[in-house]
């Protein structure tokens, strides 16, 4: 069955080409809050597992190249810090912590996350009216409440 939120396959994609499997913009949001839930520095295999287990991916694991390269803006535009650990054995970890800078940002969406929220809301009126139909109810998205 065709899951709304989160499409487990590339097929289940098909009955609207244009539904993506994450809200990418999104994805700076997840790794803010994944870091601000830790009270310790995350490695970057960590945060992707973390984000993975979030609503925004619903247990699909993001794609790491992309969480890695929103972490390296982030670190430019001092949302985080990192540090690299080199143990004795094993390969060398890079561990991620979030500065202050990152936590008033991660403030700012939570007010962010609301007004899109809203804004969605309101497209899904206007796309119901523009079919002429009523607004259905929302979905149920695997166990996402829903708060439109």
């Known amino acids: 069955m065709w899951s709304v939120c989160n499409p487990k ?5 098909k009955e609207c080409a244009q539904l993506g499997r994450t809200l990418s ?19 970057g295999y960590v945060i992707v597992q973390k984000a993975a287990a979030s ?8 794609d790491a190249t992309g969480v890695y390269r929103t972490l390296k803006q982030m670190e ?4 985080v810090t990192s540090h690299w650990n080199t143990p004795k054995a094993g390969p060398a970890k890079r561990s991620f ?24 809301g309101e497209l899904r009126s206007a ?10 109810p929302l979905p149920h998205c695997d166990g996402h409440e829903h708060t439109l």
Do not use: M, N, Q
Request: proline share 7%.
């Open 9 to 13: 396959a590339d097929g289940e994609l």
């Open 25 to 43: 913009r999104l994805t700076l949001p997840t790794i803010l809050t994944v870091l601000a839930a830790s009270a310790e520095p995350l490695h």
């Open 55 to 62: 609503p925004l991916f619903g247990g699909s694991k993001p």
């Open 76 to 79: 430019t535009s001092g949302l």
């Open 97 to 120: 912590t979030l500065t202050t800078e990152g936590r008033e940002c991660l403030r700012r969406w939570i007010d962010s996350l609301a007004c899109y929220c809203s804004v969605i």
């Open 127 to 136: 796309a119901s009216d523009a079919l002429g139909i009523e607004l259905p």
